[in-house]
């Protein structure tokens, strides 16, 4: 990014501040000063000049110009350009100059002819090339101007702004709101403590123009890339053939080639400084439908606006000449979008080009910029004496303007950055960024400039007061170690043995990656977590999201080895889910194809819903918990690659702490992988509800007694509901367990199935008499009674 002296001149007094002190203030606020260049030091006496009169000399491409600087006797110059021409004003280097190049200006002849100097070109007086058109190195620069330049003449070219001192600064991913240089002005004021004078601001007496009708339609697939759409109109009194130098000129140091197109330019001008790029169309041109959507362009899948199959401009380029603003136009459309980064990363690369717009288009930058964008690009055609009306803006597509808040304590905020600050003297540090601070005792409200798309959580509030306040002015003190409370390992040993018990059965385990897919991201939030943590430049549309799940990864993991033929599996991870507020820890298990095979004694075992289930009730044994207290309840799927039948959430306590089903027959058959079972469980919420204290009893010494019932139920009756009524106020049952499972032609029927219960009776103080161990019979049976259940 670009910032120079003479633009931050419109808006602060920096008569006082040197171009040292920004330097330091840049590089002090993370914006790192890559290089700094000082263009009235590369050339010495450059004058404006005016062309009087030139004459070719013969058989050469050399024209004889006389020039007026304001001397007596206009020079006498041999000039190589091909665009030299009386009337022009342009940039000389009298005898004795020395121009960038390191070439000193001498009075000399060539072929003939008495040349006093060099009419110059922008690239001969140290304007980068790569803000240059290959033909204009070989070009004079002429100048153009809103003033009378017939009273510049002889004058330095200090005068069109030439003479500017320019900072090349290297952003940060996080600081891309940067690439407005209204942001950075924002920064250097606050540093400086200095007031923004503010010219946009003030009101323009402009007439209203009904807005315009347009029909315009977004391929569906690129819908959810599209953060903002806004169009309006502006009516003009004529198009421009120039920019004035000044304006020229700033664009050229900003690294931007000059277009054919003066209103492109004049655009440019308010894109640099808001961050927000505008497509212009001739309104009168565009006659049909527009179509935003990917097309293919020189074998290329590239992002274009068209109307009726026509190209009317492949987003990141110049709009094309049937659609573009021209000499005849009288109302212009102004197009102002803001896309997902990956998106825009993607139209880079296939278009292999990098210009200003496309570094914007790509970085994550305020979605509702259009008004900020509007109030600039008014001023500029204003300044050019050519607006006449304008039209409000039509949103197409416009991204929730969500105003971040954030509430820290002075005690948090001394924890994080390890020294005390006073509330007003952190209200201070934010005087010209548009941050909005509340103080109500020990509690300060954030309300962040919402252009800082980068600021999600506390954390980031205390590295913005940290770089404010300056990192070379946090006080020094000595490293304090303090002795902590021994940690406790359970959870990590409970972790570590759940792990053990996993390959133990035959699992593997796997680690994958963190970030994946919004899509994948949205349809597996099983625990419906909200405020994902979303990437602002991801590398790719897989991987622009931090999961909120497991189970999606352990899926692809399955899918993949499936393809590669490896579609017997038993996977298992541990790892965290994330969102904006919480970090979890969960657990994924998938099970796909046989459990067992053995094909030498043709011994399989074909995998099941009660395989994988058994494997959480061992799991949730190794937490303690009572199944009393365990439910399997039938949930609807959240997605269409969920079983509609065979899913169930698991609740302790009537909390959800995870889910088991099977996937869809269709998508087993879609992905090619064998009928699959999966599970995931809240291991942070688990390990909260588990029995942590361990109580060690001694075996029974007394003789236990067994008794069995087999009994007729309903079908809709779960087992842990069955089981928690039985035992209702049975206190001298040590153990039960489901002996066998029967169901006839009659019960299918009747929706019925006939199960056998067995239930241990003991004490660990006595032995139970007879009597005992009936009465507490007899209340099993009479448990059964009132649940209705007929005893076989």
């Not at 040197?18 to 290089?35: D, K, M, P």
């Not at 123009?209 to 169009?231: C, G, R």
Request: proline share 3%.
């Amino acid at each position: 990014m670009i910032l120079t002296r003479k633009w931050l001149s419109k808006f602060l007094d920096l008569n006082k501040i040197t171009n040292t002190q920004i330097s330091h203030a840049l590089n002090a606020l993370g914006f790192e000063v890559e290089s700094e260049t000082d263009f009235a030091k590369l050339n010495t006496k450059l004058l404006i000049g005016y062309v009087e009169q030139i004459e070719k000399i013969p058989d050469t491409h050399l024209s004889f110009c006389h020039v007026n600087i304001g001397t007596k006797q206009p020079l006498e110059i041999v000039c190589g350009a091909s665009n030299v021409a009386a009337g022009q004003f342009v940039v000389v280097a009298p005898v004795g100059a020395t121009i960038a190049n390191g070439l000193t200006m001498g009075e000399r002849k060539i072929k003939g002819y008495n040349s006093q100097g060099m009419i110059c070109a922008l690239n001969e007086i140290g304007m980068p090339k790569t803000s240059l058109w290959e033909e204009e190195n070989d070009m004079i620069y002429v100048i153009h101007s809103d003033i009378d330049l017939i009273h510049l003449i002889g004058k330095t070219v200090d005068e069109i702004k030439y003479n500017d001192y320019v900072w090349e600064v290297d952003l940060t991913l996080n600081r891309s709101d940067a690439l407005a240089s209204l942001q950075l002005l924002k920064e250097v004021a606050n540093y400086f403590a200095l007031k923004i004078q503010k010219p946009y601001t003030k009101n323009l007496d402009v007439k209203t123009i009904s807005n315009p009708k347009l029909d315009i339609h977004i391929a569906k697939h690129i819908q959810q890339e599209i953060n903002s759409f806004t169009y309006q109109s502006y009516q003009i009194k004529e198009n421009i053939s120039n920019l004035h130098a000044r304006d020229d000129l700033w664009l050229k140091l900003n690294g931007h080639k000059s277009l054919p197109n003066q209103m492109e330019n004049m655009a440019m001008l308010a894109t640099v400084q808001t961050g927000q790029p505008i497509i212009l169309i001739d309104q009168a041109k565009l006659q049909d439908p527009l179509h935003l959507e990917i097309i293919k362009h020189e074998d290329k899948d590239v992002l274009a606006l068209i109307a009726k199959k026509q190209i009317v401009q492949i987003i990141g380029l110049e709009t094309t000449p049937e659609f573009c603003v021209d000499n005849n136009t009288k109302t212009m459309l102004a197009i102002r979008l803001n896309f997902k980064s990956s998106l825009m990363r993607k139209q880079q690369k296939n278009l292999n080009l990098s210009n200003l717009n496309l570094q914007r288009y790509m970085k994550p930058l305020n979605p509702n910029l259009f008004e900020l964008s509007d109030q600039v690009f008014m001023h500029i055609l204003n300044d050019y004496k050519i607006l006449e009306a304008k039209s409000a803006h039509v949103f197409e597509a416009k991204d929730a303007n969500a105003k971040n808040k954030f509430v820290l304590t002075l005690g948090e905020i001394k924890n994080i950055l390890g020294f005390e600050i006073k509330a007003h003297h952190i209200a201070s540090l934010f005087k010209t960024l548009d941050f909005k601070i509340k103080h109500n005792g020990d509690k300060l409200t954030f309300y962040p400039d919402l252009n800082r798309v980068d600021l999600y959580g506390k954390n980031d509030i205390c590295e913005e007061i940290a770089r404010l306040y300056g990192y070379d002015n946090i006080p020094e003190a000595p490293l304090i170690i303090q002795s902590n409370h021994h940690e406790d390992k359970l959870k990590a040993n409970l972790e570590s043995k759940l792990g053990n018990y996993l390959i133990g059965v035959g699992f593997n385990n796997i680690k994958t990656y963190s970030l994946i897919s919004k899509e994948a991201n949205d349809e597996w939030n099983l625990f419906a977590l909200k405020r994902p943590i979303v990437l602002n430049s991801p590398l790719s549309q897989m991987r622009e999201v931090y999961r909120m799940n497991l189970t999606n990864s352990i899926i692809e993991t399955a899918v993949y080895n499936s393809l590669n033929n490896n579609k017997r599996l038993k996977l298992w991870e541990i790892g965290d889910v994330y969102t904006r507020e919480v970090r979890q820890r969960h657990l994924g298990v998938l099970v796909t194809g046989d459990v067992v095979q053995e094909p030498i004694v043709k011994n399989n075992l074909e995998n099941n819903y009660f395989y994988l289930k058994g494997v959480v009730d061992a799991i949730l044994a190794f937490y303690q918990i009572d199944p009393l207290r365990i439910s399997f309840n039938e949930v609807k799927p959240i997605n269409k690659q969920i079983h509609p039948f065979i899913n169930a959430e698991i609740k302790i306590d009537q909390k959800i702490i995870g889910f088991i089903f099977k996937l869809n027959p269709k998508f087993e058959i879609n992905q090619k992988i064998k009928p699959t079972f999966v599970t995931e469980l809240n291991l942070d919420l688990l390990f909260e509800m588990a029995e942590k204290t361990i109580i060690v009893k001694p075996i029974a010494k007394f003789q236990p007694s067994s008794r069995d019932v087999s009994l007729i139920l309903p079908e809709f009756i779960t087992y842990q509901e069955l089981t928690q009524n039985i035992l209702n106020d049975v206190s001298k049952v040590m153990s039960y367990k489901l002996m066998g499972e029967y169901e006839n032609d009659e019960m299918k029927a009747k929706q019925e199935k006939s199960i056998t219960l067995s239930f241990v009776f003991n004490d660990w103080d006595k032995q139970l008499t007879e009597a005992e161990i009936t009465a507490e019979w007899d209340k099993v049976l009479n448990n059964i009674k009132k649940m209705n259940l007929t005893i076989r």
